[in-house]
């Protein structure tokens, strides 16, 4: 069709010709050719007879079975399936772009080369399967996926032997999956360049080459590792783009491990090997090692991260070998760099492997360690003195408390440490999605003191509302916690008087109604929630009674809530002894 630079379209509703006796040798070559329709098509052809579209429209779903193939430039809207068969090699030119899903079915026993001369485009899901003969996806070219790679493999597949690769490029979540039996699959060089979504492998998969992170995530598992094999690289990798989950390095060569998590790129790296067999299985986790692991430090480590945990395990060989940990970006909050640590748990603590070299500023960097391991575990970093901090705030409570007596909710928080803190600010709202914001209280900038705060929300609504803490740093960088949930019912207030107030802290008096004494009780609390004794006495005097309470133990000055309890409800009211 159209060999002598002609053009010809395949009107809307009309079958492609047939032959009665087959097309058995030579080209069905369809060149600057638009099927108009989207009429399915189906063709076998036989003998040594090649299939080949060449700068052509198909926008039926289209089923080749040839036994040669050789497709170049065109553009599949429909579903294409392709089946080769002959016994002889063929190197496809490539350039194609294909909008719907694709099956390659390799059932030859001889060579099938695709995108040897230009890279495929493929904006939807593709199959590659595999029987017989040799097959080579992307030979010479970086041809880009937007949907799943899927395969179905007898014996060993390369993504690129020669000079191309695999490209994934899509917008959603894309994934690499095993449709079959698969033996194994390796790509030979392998580029992350997702916009947006995140890549996941249900199958493993290994790059000899290089793997190059430029944006996007990849999640691994235990069972669907991802495998850089001897001699192999890793180079890109950033906040934007990681793996998520197990990688795993054979061979003698110095690897940086592309891991992170919780959108922070968080390497960690090894000193060569001794041997290219050998193995090492690396994984990150954005948790606290004092809890997931442990707490305990040998002598001489102040403090370790509460944040961010490595684990390496040593699948094959015997060596001794230096870490390396890296920080930047997103990374934890570092606030001085030369008396860090790196911290290896082993024998029921925290060992420091010292420090031979950082490099770096507090914002990215790296520090080795002075001391090889052949034990592996458990890593993270650690510091001789309190310079590690996990988050600009780290709260330890936030509560927000209605007082239904004096019409206000309470608003508590405190804080263990802070950094470059600037404000808080507390919002109030009924629907979880329109907030109005109650008050913006000044932070302590940078501190490792414990510190509390109250403020009151004067105005509360009725019924449920929901209350929300952020903190905001200089930068402008804000962090939000935890909502509380407040339920105001304002037919529960109840006539009471608390006095004098403010306090010396030796005794108090409340003043209620006669008729609530009976099941009266008084509960006298601090900011923290500890409980201070008390002996009350009450003295009826009419329509009001008179409870006088003596503390145990004069209170010490601060602030302090006085819970008094009738008939089931509690009335708290906040005093404060000078």
């Known amino acids: 069709f159209c060999g002598n630079g002609g053009s010809a379209t395949l009107a809307s509703g009309q ?36 299939f080949y579209p060449q700068t052509s429209t198909f926008n039926g779903n289209w089923t080749v079975v040839a036994p040669r193939y050789y497709n170049r430039q065109s553009t ?43 890279a495929n485009d493929y904006n939807a899901d593709v199959s590659f399967i595999k029987t017989s003969g040799t097959f080579e ?119 940086i491990f592309p891991l992170g998590g919780n959108g922070r790129y968080a390497p960690i790296e090894i000193s060569a090997p001794s041997g290219n067999s050998d193995r090492y299985k690396a994984n990150y986790w954005f948790v606290d090692p004092r809890d997931s ?9 102040d403090n370790i991260s509460q944040q961010e945990l490595w684990d390496i395990e040593q699948v094959n060989g015997t060596n001794n070998l230096t870490i390396t940990m890296h920080w930047g970006g997103n990374s934890q909050v570092i606030t001085e760099i030369d008396s860090l640590l790196v911290c290896h748990y082993e024998s029921g603590e925290w060992k420091s492997l010292g420090n031979a070299s950082v490099t770096g500023t507090t914002a990215s960097g790296s520090i080795t360690a002075s001391v090889t391991t ?10 001789t003195n309190s310079i590690l901090n996990p988050l600009p705030v780290e709260l330890v409570s936030f509560e927000a408390k209605p007082n239904t007596d004096e019409n206000i909710v309470d ?44 403020e009151i929300d004067y105005d509360p609504v009725s019924g449920v509302s929901y209350y929300r803490l952020s903190q905001t740093d200089y930068d402008g960088t804000t962090e939000y916690f935890d909502i509380e949930t407040v339920e105001f019912d304002e037919s529960k207030a109840f006539d009471i008087e608390v006095y004098p107030n403010p306090n010396a802290g030796e005794s108090l008096y409340i003043k209620v109604p006669s008729d609530a004494t009976e099941d009266l009780n008084v509960l006298i609390n601090d900011f923290i929630g500890k409980e201070y004794l008390t002996h009350f006495s009450v003295y009826n005097q009419g329509e009001y009674a008179t409870v006088v309470i003596d503390m145990n133990r004069k209170l010490p000055p601060g602030s302090y809530f006085v819970n008094i309890e009738v008939g089931g409800t509690i009335h708290t009211h906040k005093i404060i002894v000078q």
């Open 76 to 118: 599949f809207n429909g579903t294409a399936s392709f089946t080769k068969n002959g016994s002889y090699n063929d190197d496809s030119y490539g350039g194609n772009t294909f909008n719907d899903d694709v099956t390659y079915n390799m059932s030859s026993s001889a060579r099938w080369r695709l995108a040897r001369n230009a």
């Open 411 to 454: 608003l508590f928080w405190i804080t263990a440490s802070e950094l470059n803190n600037d404000y808080f600010t507390v919002e109030r709202t009924r629907n979880l999605e329109e907030y109005v914001e109650i008050v913006r209280t000044p932070g302590q900038g940078t501190t490792n003191e414990r510190t509390e705060y109250h």
């Open 293 to 301: 692991i442990s707490s305990v430090m040998e002598a001489g480590i």
């Open 374 to 383: 052949s034990s592996f575990s458990p890593f993270t970093l650690g510091s």
């Open 137 to 255: 996806p992307a030979r010479d070219r970086f041809s880009t996926f937007a949907g799943n790679i899927n395969v179905d493999l007898n014996s060993l597949v390369t993504f690129g032997t020669g000079n191309g690769g695999v490209e994934w490029d899509g917008t959603g979540a894309q994934s690499f999956n095993d449709i079959g039996a698969t033996n194994q699959t390796r790509f030979r060089r392998m580029t992350m360049n997702k916009a947006s979504g995140e890549v996941t492998l249900n199958e493993p998969l290994e790059i000899s080459t290089t793997a190059t992170f430029t944006s996007g995530i990849m999640n691994t598992s235990e069972t669907n590792l991802l495998y850089f094999n001897d001699n192999s690289t890793v180079s890109g990798a950033s906040d934007a783009s990681y793996v998520v989950g197990p990688v795993e390095k054979i061979g003698n060569n110095v690897f």
């Open 15 to 50: 079958p492609l010709i047939s032959w009665s006796g087959g097309f058995v040798s030579g080209d069905l070559r369809m060149r600057n050719f638009t099927q108009a329709g989207t009429e399915a098509v189906s063709l076998t052809l036989t003998g040594s007879s090649r």
